[in-house]
T-cell receptor
Framework: GESVGLHLPTLSVQEGDNSIINCAYS??????FIWYKQESGKGPQFIID?????DKRQGQRVTVLLNKTVKHLSLQIAATQPGDSAVYFC????????????FGQGTTLQVKP | DAGITQSPRHKVTETGTPVTLRCHQT?????MYWYRQDPGHGLRLIHY???????DKGEVSDGYSVSRSKTEDFLLTLESATSSQTSVYFC?????????????FGPGTRLTVT
């Protein structure tokens, strides 16, 4: 069945270091992927997205990499700051054409000062 | 939160009572979604709407119904609340589908069924 998962439930990094959050997906028909950030008590916040015709996309301090061969997605955060502490979710659209997204379980990023 | 409000933000109710959660958007987006979020399960889709009066089921729709009579409002109803429906409920909106359909989320409603 369709599934989106994360390799590590919790990631702890030192402030100023780079963070890498990984995500595996199983549906080869997925052609759209999103990363969300969720702070405690708030709704998920859109960070960055990528389509399957791309391998890499950069935003402000964030980069998403897509490896379709091994069905792997990663989110890289440069110079991690305390404000980056949150739960990060990846999501894929699966084989749906209705806008439905399938979310992973989430990785908690802890930034140590 | 991209012009999305949810009401109420917190609610405690008793088993067997009906509950309606409201999602209101000011973005005029076509698609609206209801998710629940539980520890260990992430975000799971309950129902979604692709237009006024057009709705469909998600992966965890049992025990829930929805209605959308206006573009801006999407209601989620628990006809007879159960303790298993204690959760945080998020509404999301999306302008377009199928590709390039980033969803924007509301602040959430924390529902406790006693």
């Amino acid at each position: 069945g369709e599934s989106v998962g994360l390799h590590l439930p919790t990631l702890s990094v030192q402030e100023g270091d780079n963070s890498i959050i990984n995500c595996a997906y199983s549906n080869s028909a997925s052609d759209y992927f999103i990363w969300y950030k969720q702070e405690s008590g708030k709704g998920p916040q859109f960070i960055i997205d990528i389509r399957s015709n791309m391998d890499k996309r950069q935003g402000q301090r964030v980069t998403v990499l897509l490896n379709k061969t091994v069905k792997h997605l990663s989110l890289q955060i440069a110079a991690t700051q305390p404000g980056d502490s949150a739960v990060y979710f990846c999501a894929e659209n699966g084989s749906s054409n209705t806008g439905k997204l399938i979310f992973g379980q989430g990785t908690t990023l802890q930034v140590k000062p | 939160d991209a012009g999305i409000t949810q009401s109420p933000r917190h609610k405690v109710t008793e088993t067997g009572t009906p509950v309606t959660l409201r999602c209101h958007q000011t973005e005029n987006h076509r698609y609206m979604y209801w998710y629940r979020q539980d520890p260990g399960h992430g975000l799971r889709l309950i129902h979604y709407s692709y237009g006024v009066k057009d709705t469909d089921k998600g992966e965890v729709s049992d025990g829930y119904s929805v209605s959308r009579s206006k573009t801006e409002d999407f209601l989620l109803t628990l006809e007879s609340a159960t303790s298993s429906q204690t959760s945080v409920y998020f509404c999301a909106i999306s302008e377009s589908s199928p590709v390039g359909n980033e969803q924007y989320f509301g602040p959430g409603t924390r529902l406790t069924v006693t």
